[in-house]
């Protein structure tokens, strides 16, 4: 990394591989490792402070497979390591909570599950759920500490059926919840916020082979809850957005 006044150029290889094999015609292993590097963005720095790119390493092993009852679905285990993500300075290190440094090791451990049921051509059905331990490795200030704002455990659950033909053809109807376990207020774990669920719904209708109008109800029963604020440190919440309702038009020429 070099600097010349407000300018900073980093260049840096990265690298990728990995590999599958078919068990059968329904399983597939597979396995991969990959690197990526980029500026941080968004962080604000000390004066005369460089900032250096942030590294990742990521290595996966899974299972894909599909049945004949329509059932598809990925699991795989994960080992994520990040080095020099910015985080807000601390006393300790006598930047007082203005200033970002890049120090320590993030590191997370895990599994994903994804999961789609295609019942018939018009009721199709998903789960993807997450558990992961995320810490912060040998820093001075967050050792041992839950990842800011990273929860152990999502879940996604979601329905969705599409009339083919009749009276409502062109008409889908989508119901779903998305759970998160508690989330840490602040780097140092000294409080979390709770675990929550909330609900949604979509409906679309397709106006002819060209247009489509979409409607989405996110948090459908309105559920009231705070979520840590990520700016200064955390230590504080702020409420969730409450029952969202968007629409859209789409058209296609």
Known sequence: TTQTGSTTNTSKNTNRVGASYDLTKQI?????????????IGSSFAPGVVAVPEESKQNEVGVKFNSAYGLTGVISFFDLTKKNAPMVGTTSNGLGG???????????????????WKVSNAWTNLLAYTNQQAKYKVDK???G??????????????????FKRGAYSGLGLGFGLTYRSELPG???????TPSVTTYDAQASYQLDKTSTVRLFVNNLFDKQYVEPM???????????????IMANLTLKF
């Open 28 to 40: 597939t292993v597979f396995a991969g490792s990959g690197e990526s590097s980029k500026m941080p």
């Open 186 to 192: 602040d780097f140092n774990n000294t409080f979390f």
């Open 230 to 244: 990520a700016y200064l440190n955390g230590g504080r919440v702020m409420p969730a957005f409450g029952r969202t």
């Open 145 to 162: 500490k839950q990842l800011f704002l990273v929860p152990e455990e999502t879940l996604r659950i979601a329905t969705r059926y599409e």
């Open 98 to 116: 203005f200033f970002s440094v890049q120090e320590g090791i993030q590191e997370s451990q895990g599994l994903d599950l994804d999961l789609i």
């Open 141 to 143: 200030s967050y050792a």
